[in-house]
T-cell receptor
Framework: DGGITQSPKYLFRKEGQNVTLSCEQN?????MYWYRQDPGQGLRLIYY???????QKGDIAEGYSVSREKKESFPLTVTSAQKNPTAFYLC???????????FGPGTRLTVL | AQKVTQAQTEISVVEKEDVTLDCVYE???????LFWYKQPPSGELVFLIR??????QNEISGRYSWNFQKSTSSFNFTITASQVVDSAVYFC?????????????FGTGTRLKVLA
């Protein structure tokens, strides 16, 4: 089945640690996105990539990093510089940058 | 600046009632896209509809219908004969191609509770 997978579903991190969230898609989509969702709020864009080996900062990129070495994969690293990382992280992809975005199931990150 | 407002934080209805979720947007562009997504308790956002700014025709899909009115900058979503499975958080979003990023601006969502 075609789709977007995110792993792990739940992630616990100690303060000061970097963690990497996985996002994989087999839809052959060019564009991929990372969003953060906090309780009672809409989604905010962290990073996006319109093509392999290229990515741009979104509205809240500080404390995060990404890579796009393969079309299918867009991992997100939450670094220790992110002051308040506890949130629900959603990955999305679209066939092209202007296309409709489809979302993965999300990863819930909790900092202990 | 672009903005999406979903003023209804939470709505509760009894099963089989009709319910309308409001979405008001702000944009200076003449070309833009509007979306509705459903987020069930599992967390994944499910795409419902995409509408471009040049198409003001209302759309109906089963029990779902959408009313797009540029004059009032609104893109409202109506569920007819609601069911318990409709319980979810619903997000409205705006995208402006002229920005070059195609990023989505999301509203804060409306939580719909359908009671049996």
């Amino acid at each position: 089945d075609g789709g977007i997978t995110q792993s792990p579903k739940y992630l616990f991190r100690k303060e000061g640690q970097n963690v990497t969230l996985s996002c994989e898609q087999n839809l052959n989509h060019d564009a991929m996105y990372w969003y953060r969702q906090d309780p009672g709020q809409g989604l905010r864009l962290i990073y996006y990539s319109q093509i392999v080996n290229d990515f741009q900062k979104g509205d809240i990129a500080e404390g995060y990093s990404v890579s796009r070495e393969k079309k299918e994969s867009f991992p997100l690293t939450v670094t220790s510089a992110q002051k308040n990382p506890t949130a629900f992280y959603l990955c999305a992809s679209s066939i092209v940058a202007s296309g409709t975005q489809y979302f993965g199931p999300g990863t819930r990150l909790t900092v202990l | 600046a672009q903005k999406v407002t979903q003023a209804q934080t939470e709505i509760s209805v009894v099963e089989k009632e009709d319910v309308t979720l409001d979405c008001v947007y702000e944009t200076r562009d003449t070309t833009y896209y509007l979306f509705w997504y459903k987020q069930p308790p599992s967390g994944e956002l499910v795409f419902l509809i995409r509408r471009n700014s040049f198409d003001e025709q209302n759309e109906i899909s089963g029990r779902y219908s959408w009313n797009f009115q540029k004059s009032t900058s609104s893109f409202n979503f109506t569920i007819t004969a609601s069911q318990v499975v409709d319980s979810a958080v619903y997000f409205c979003a705006l995208s402006e191609p002229a920005s070059g990023t195609y990023k989505y601006i999301f509203g804060t969502g409306t939580r719909l509770k359908v009671l049996a």
